[in-house]
Nanobody, 115 residues
Framework: QVQLVESGGGLVQPGGSLTLSCAASGSSFSIEDSDWYRQAPGNLRDWVAGIGSRGNTNYADSVKGRFTISRDNAKKTVYLQMNSLKPEDTAVYYC?????????WGQGTQVTVSA
């Protein structure tokens, strides 16, 4: 049974940085496609960033230039480095990974950007 454990969320001031992690366990397969999403109160869950099996990355316009997605295949962990954070980045962040021919979601981690 694949399990995803997210970590790294918290409270940060505007302009600050956080790094989110999403660690997979319980599978002998490697992580393939990986994405981060976020959901603010009252909003739909929005796609934030993605990294393909070959390491190609894509970002939502709202985070381009500020966020960086990466993956450590040996650790089966996906990261989201978030810089220059803004109050509008406040949301619950979720990872989604494709491993062993299936998609799995993390449990979510709260990011709050406030002075």
């Amino acid at each position: 049974q694949v399990q995803l454990v997210e970590s790294g969320g918290g409270l940060v001031q505007p302009g600050g940085s956080l790094t989110l992690s999403c660690a997979a366990s319980g599978s002998s397969f490697s992580i393939e496609d990986s994405d981060w999403y976020r959901q603010a109160p009252g909003n739909l869950r929005d796609w934030v960033a993605g990294i393909g099996s070959r390491g190609n990355t894509n970002y939502a316009d709202s985070v381009k230039g500020r966020f960086t997605i990466s993956r450590d295949n040996a650790k089966k962990t996906v990261y989201l480095q978030m810089n220059s954070l803004k109050p509008e980045d406040t949301a619950v962040y979720y990872c989604k990974i494709f491993i062993g021919h299936m998609y799995y979601w993390g449990q979510g981690t709260q990011v709050t950007v406030s002075a």
